[in-house]
């Protein structure tokens, strides 16, 4: 329920693709270095404590996915070659299923995941769809 209103997934979706949609994961030391840019509203100084809790949350997380829905976002070549990135630092191992599609991924993005796929990125793949519709 949101607001009195009934939450489904196509709203959660739609709500995910509004104002430039979702954007791709971050490595923790690309989320480090973003958050060193920030500033926390209550003055105190927790960016290390964040660091830490983003850190294992994305080891836990990315180390166990076995799909990852990335479809509908509206994501171009630029944020496919930013998940190209963290698929090559290797933090996906069990991933089996990648959805990209219905984004505009053109030449250069696929290109990125190719080359990240090609040098043993998620090695449990065995499908991935990606198309520009």
């Known amino acids: 329920m949101r607001d009195g209103e009934e939450y489904d997934f196509l709203s959660l979706i739609f709500d995910c693709i509004q104002h430039g949609g979702r954007r791709p994961p971050l490595l923790p030391s690309q989320f480090a270095a973003e958050l060193e840019t920030k500033s926390f509203t209550n003055g105190k100084d927790d960016k290390p404590l964040v660091k830490r809790l983003y850190e294992a949350a994305f080891e836990e997380q990315f180390g166990k996915a076995?799909?990852?829905?990335?479809?509908?976002?509206?994501?171009?070549?630029?944020?496919?070659?930013?998940?190209?990135?963290?698929?090559?630092?290797?933090?996906?191992?069990r991933l089996e299923t990648l959805y990209l599609n219905r984004n505009k991924i053109g030449d250069e993005g696929c290109k990125a995941l190719a080359a990240a796929l090609k040098e043993g990125a998620a090695p449990s793949l065995k499908e991935l769809q990606v198309d520009n519709k």
């Not at 930013?82 to 933090?91: F, I, K, P, T």
Request: proline share 4%.
């Open 66 to 93: 076995t799909e990852l829905y990335y479809a509908n976002l509206g994501w171009g070549d630029a944020e496919a070659a930013q998940l190209a990135e963290v698929l090559a630092s290797g933090a996906a191992p």
